[in-house]
């Protein structure tokens, strides 16, 4: 059920200030769903979320535009076909054949249909984000969240860096062959032959590593197999709020500090996401203590704003985007500088993809 829209009461100044940000630098979501769209067409019965509707597709992205952000990245869902939270391995049963493979092209085809029907275009070399944001639209970062696609196939890798996709997240929530995710019992002790092998070859296209959802153990691995910075697109870090309770035991999408800090000691960048309790938090304050919790652990340098929206799962402070230029005034009224702004918002996560 969607939480009432929470006020966010912050001084013209900051406002101000905040546009003065977002003006001269860019501002990226760096990990979002716009709305699970990736479901359309799916017999979704035994699913709680339904596809978002294609207005409230262009909706969001309008809303998007016109919150001041220039540039997202668009993910497809590699195992959304076969979810289902709290079954065994998280699925209904798994992929046969090709149908992995063959749902990466379905997903594929609709985000690009999204692309030629929106104002939206992909950041290319030559079509950066200044370019793209100058004809008032959105620049996206293609990117796919959960590798199952190429479990049956490594070499598909190239076919999806020919489709234009710059980020891989290995692991998502239907278990698999590639190594553990964090909130299941562990199967490969981290990484999986098959998956070293992917991550690798991955990383030589230019691809920038997320590590969402994966074990701690995976990510110790792929520190060891790759020589570029990593990214964790979308989490917080566990601790025990004197405020608002004990999140070490109560948020299984939450990590370690030492967990957090593997990934900033590549030089990589953690994307903290606010989305509704049991997953992340409801309520602007305790963002705001989590959020800097996470500066204290990793450091500013190495943090990132990441919605993870789907529409049933919105914090009662992100009711619409347009309230996040609100929420990043907050920021600033809480101890923020505007160059911290400028990071978080948007330069940290431009520089870690640029450097993968």
């Not at 207005?55 to 289902?84: M, Q, W």
């Not at 990043?328 to 870690?352: I, M, T």
Request: charged share 25%; glycine share 8%; net charge negative.
């Amino acid at each position: 059920m969607a939480l009432e829209a929470e006020s966010i009461d912050v001084s013209p100044e900051s406002l101000e200030r905040v546009a003065a940000v977002f003006a001269t630098n860019p501002i990226v979501d760096f990990h979002t769903h716009i709305g699970i769209w990736q479901n359309t067409g799916l017999d979704n019965s035994a699913k709680g979320i339904p596809p978002v509707s294609a207005e409230k597709f262009a909706s969001n992205v309008r809303e998007y535009l016109d919150a001041g952000v220039n540039c997202i990245y668009l993910d497809t869902i590699s195992d959304i076909a076969r979810t289902r939270i709290g079954q065994p391995g998280n699925k209904d049963r798994d992929f046969e054949g090709d149908e992995a493979w063959d749902e990466y092209q379905r997903q594929y085809a609709l985000m690009t249909g999204f692309l030629k029907d929106s104002p939206m275009s992909p950041v290319t070399d030559v079509d950066p984000i200044e370019k793209i944001s100058a004809r008032g639209e959105l620049a996206v970062i293609l990117s796919t969240e959960g590798a199952h696609m190429v479990e049956g196939s490594p070499a598909r890798l190239k076919v999806l860096y020919e489709h234009g996709l710059k980020r891989l997240q290995p692991i998502h929530y239907v278990a698999s062959t590639l190594g553990d995710s964090q909130t299941d019992p562990e199967t490969y002790g981290g990484l999986s032959p098959l998956g070293r092998q992917v991550l690798e070859e991955a990383s030589e296209l230019g691809m920038l590593l997320d590590m969402a959802h994966a074990s701690q153990k995976v990510v110790e691995q792929t520190v060891e197999l790759v020589d570029r910075p990593l990214a964790l697109s979308h989490t917080m870090v566990k601790y025990n709020s004197a405020r608002f309770g004990d999140y070490r035991s109560t948020r299984s999408r939450w990590i370690s500090p030492e967990h957090a800090r593997l990934i900033a000691d590549t030089g990589g960048v953690v994307g903290t996401f606010p989305i509704q309790a049991p997953y992340g938090v409801s309520y602007l304050d305790e963002f705001i203590e989590a959020l800097k919790v996470m500066v204290d652990t990793v450091g500013i340098d190495h943090i990132a704003w990441s919605t993870d929206l789907g529409e049933p799962v919105r914090p009662a402070f992100l009711q619409s985007y347009l309230q996040f230029p609100k929420v990043c005034a907050k920021l600033l009224e809480s101890g923020f500088s505007d160059s911290d702004l400028a990071k978080f918002a948007g330069g940290n996560a431009l520089r870690v993809q640029a450097a993968a």
